[in-house]
């Protein structure tokens, strides 16, 4: 005998996967946004990272004498609106490529350094159009000083002074 499909057994009703799919739309629509915001803010701890590590590198300049002198007074690291890491600028008779050379034997491939977050990248952030992480050595005094500018893991732009020599 063979053996016949009970009629009663015929499944979902089209009611059950609608309120299904409709359960499902709502906890998307709850939980995309959340998701969003853990993302960027998992992107922001990373460039804030990348920034406090070029700001410690410029600072372990001041350890250097010919770094120093190197830097004529100021170095300035500028990321562009894409978030690229632009070649380091230093004072009018400096030489750029000793503390670009200091950058990459820290860093390692600079063209790596990326800013990921949509909060620096593409935006003016803070009135300006470019995050910056400017280093100066006043030669009164001697003391260096490190500024991030544009740096949003503080309310205020940070600065950090050291004394060179």
């Known amino acids: ?30 939980l995309a946004p959340q998701y969003l915001r853990y993302v960027e803010k998992s992107r922001l701890q ?3 990272t990348a920034m406090g590590e070029i ?8 350890a250097d004498e010919a770094l120093i002198k190197a830097m004529d007074g100021s170095i300035t ?13 230093v004072g009018t008779n400096g030489d750029a490529a000793k503390i670009k050379k200091e950058l ?6 600079l063209s790596k350094v990326k800013l990921s977050s949509n909060t620096y990248k593409g935006s003016v952030v803070g009135g300006y159009d470019q995050v910056k992480i400017e280093a100066t050595i006043d030669p009164a ?6 500024q991030c ?3 949003m893991e503080t309310v205020s732009d940070t600065t950090v002074s050291t004394k060179v020599f």
């Open 46 to 48: 990373k460039d804030n």
């Open 77 to 89: 690291v500028t990321f562009n609106a894409a978030g690229e890491m632009q070649d380091p600028t």
């Open 149 to 151: 500018k544009q740096w």
């Open 55 to 62: 700001a410690d590198v410029l600072k372990m300049t001041s």
């Open 104 to 109: 990459t034997d820290t860093l390692g491939d």
């Open 141 to 146: 005094t001697n003391v260096m000083t490190v």
């Open 1 to 30: 005998m063979k053996n016949q499909k009970s009629l009663t057994n015929k499944g979902f009703s089209l009611v059950e996967l609608i309120i299904v799919v409709a359960i499902m739309a709502i906890l998307i629509g709850v």
